[in-house]
């Protein structure tokens, strides 16, 4: 039985696209960790302030709190990050620690939970106490 020429290629698609994620993924949770170590070791604690929450659709749908913060230098850079929780509104205009990279601040993460706090060695502040209680989905 003969394969018609769509059918092929249908399939080498396929295949080429299942390639791409088995190697894509990996590299992608690699990468964090990476910037994870990078910032246990170097990473200076600013703090910054979540500017605004959106909804993004496609491949990295979800929703996203914006948020800025001030390196040592007072260099305001702006980022964001995907978020699982509810009752979003509470979190605008809210003011949280951000670990950073002094040589590259595109390397941060805005703390928020307790697990947040604990993989860079830190404790969680007093202040931030009541996130411990908040749901999340």
Do not use: A
């Given at each position: 039985?003969?394969?018609?020429?769509?059918?092929?290629?249908?399939?080498i698609?396929?295949?080429?696209?299942?390639?791409?994620?088995?190697?894509?993924?990996?590299?992608?949770?690699?990468?964090?960790?990476?910037?994870?170590?990078?910032?246990?070791?170097?990473?200076?604690?600013?703090?910054?302030t979540?500017?605004?929450v959106?909804?993004?659709?496609?491949k990295?749908?979800?929703?996203?709190?914006?948020?800025k913060?001030?390196?040592?230098?007072g260099?305001?850079?702006?980022?964001?990050?995907k978020?699982?929780?509810?009752?979003?509104?509470?979190?605008?205009?809210?003011?949280?620690?951000?670990?950073?990279?002094?040589?590259?601040?595109?390397?941060?993460?805005i703390?928020?939970?307790?697990?947040?706090?604990?993989?860079?060695?830190?404790?969680l502040?007093?202040?931030?106490?009541?996130?411990?209680?908040?749901?999340?989905?």
């Amino acid at each position: 039985m003969k394969s018609s020429p769509s059918k092929i290629i249908y399939i080498i698609l396929c295949s080429i696209i299942l390639v791409f994620f088995i190697i894509f993924i990996p590299f992608s949770l690699h990468e964090q960790k990476e910037i994870d170590k990078r910032l246990k070791i170097v990473g200076l604690v600013s703090t910054g302030t979540i500017t605004s929450v959106h909804r993004s659709y496609g491949k990295s749908s979800g929703v996203y709190f914006g948020y800025k913060f001030q390196d040592e230098k007072g260099t305001v850079y702006k980022d964001s990050k995907k978020v699982r929780f509810h009752d979003l509104e509470i979190f605008l205009r809210k003011n949280f620690p951000v670990i950073y990279n002094p040589q590259n601040l595109r390397e941060n993460e805005i703390l928020m939970t307790k697990e947040e706090f604990e993989n860079y060695g830190l404790n969680l502040p007093d202040s931030l106490k009541w996130t411990q209680g908040l749901r999340k989905y």
